[in-house]
């Protein structure tokens, strides 16, 4: 899906940049389509040092990125099951940090759902953290996609996420708002 192409960067990649410019990481937008998760959009907010920038228009791997557990956190615990069987769990380059198992996977999407985003460090890739937030349309129903703050793990520390952690869920609700007249997130 080509975002470009679509005729939604106008209403969602303000709300990307507006939240890559405040974190100074990297921010990405993943939508849902059928069972996958894939990353559609992004903005860079690092200007120097470390960036952290990976390939965007992959499907997201739900076991080992916050993208993945904030979307697993809303929805039921078959469903979760179900998911993660069809990817598994344990892909070979993981970081250390990434779910050994289906119980601690489930105990993580439990405390994503009850935060309202998820964290990880170091579970997909050594030396890198990530938070992301469901995006809902009008804050109910199911969710329609994720949005990301990642980055180097020596910047994005525990402490750090919990102090952006509002400017996420901020912008996750401004993005459900968006989605109401945005066709990005229709193909479900």
Same mark, same amino acid.
């Not at 960067?9 to 921010?27: F, G, H, W, Y």
């Not at 380059?93 to 309202?116: F, Q, R, S, T, V």
């Given at each position: 899906?080509?975002?470009?192409?679509?005729?939604?960067?106008?209403?969602? +990649?303000?709300?990307?940049?507006?939240?890559?410019?405040? #974190?100074?990481?990297?921010?990405?937008?993943?939508?849902?389509?059928?069972? @996958?998760?894939?990353? *559609?959009?992004?903005?860079?907010?690092?200007?120097? /040092?470390?960036?952290?920038?990976?390939?965007?228009?992959?499907? *997201?791997?739900?076991? =080992? #990125?916050? @993208?993945?557990?904030?979307?697993?956190?809303?929805?039921?615990?078959?469903? =979760?099951? %179900? &998911?993660?069987?069809?990817?598994? $769990?344990? %892909?070979?380059?993981?970081?250390? @940090?990434?779910?050994? /198992?289906?119980?601690? &996977? &489930?105990? =993580?999407?439990?405390?994503?759902? =009850?935060?309202?985003?998820? !964290?990880?460090?170091?579970?997909?890739?050594?030396? #890198?953290?990530?938070?992301?937030?469901? $995006?809902?349309? %009008?804050?109910?129903?199911?969710? $329609?996609? !994720?949005?990301?703050?990642?980055?180097? #793990?020596?910047?994005? !520390?525990?402490?750090?996420?919990?102090?952006?952690?509002?400017?996420? &869920?901020?912008?996750?609700?401004?993005?459900?708002?968006?989605?109401?007249?945005?066709?990005?997130?229709?193909? +479900?």
């Amino acid at each position: 899906m080509a975002l470009g192409a679509s005729g939604v960067s106008d209403l969602v +990649q303000p709300i990307l940049d507006d939240l890559a410019k405040r #974190t100074e990481e990297l921010v990405r937008l993943a939508v849902v389509e059928s069972d @996958n998760l894939t990353w *559609v959009a992004k903005a860079q907010g690092a200007r120097s /040092g470390l960036l952290y920038d990976p390939d965007a228009g992959a499907e *997201v791997y739900l076991p =080992a #990125t916050a @993208n993945g557990l904030a979307w697993l956190s809303c929805v039921d615990e078959r469903d =979760a099951r %179900r &998911l993660i069987e069809k990817q598994g $769990i344990g %892909r070979p380059g993981l970081g250390p @940090n990434a779910p050994e /198992g289906i119980e601690a &996977l &489930l105990e =993580a999407i439990k405390k994503a759902g =009850a935060l309202g985003y998820a !964290t990880v460090s170091e579970a997909y890739e050594p030396g #890198t953290s990530a938070m992301a937030a469901p $995006i809902r349309q %009008r804050d109910a129903g199911p969710a $329609i996609g !994720t949005v990301s703050i990642a980055g180097p #793990t020596i910047r994005l !520390t525990p402490q750090r996420m919990l102090q952006m952690a509002p400017w996420l &869920l901020a912008s996750a609700g401004e993005l459900g708002a968006a989605a109401a007249s945005s066709p990005l997130f229709n193909n +479900q």
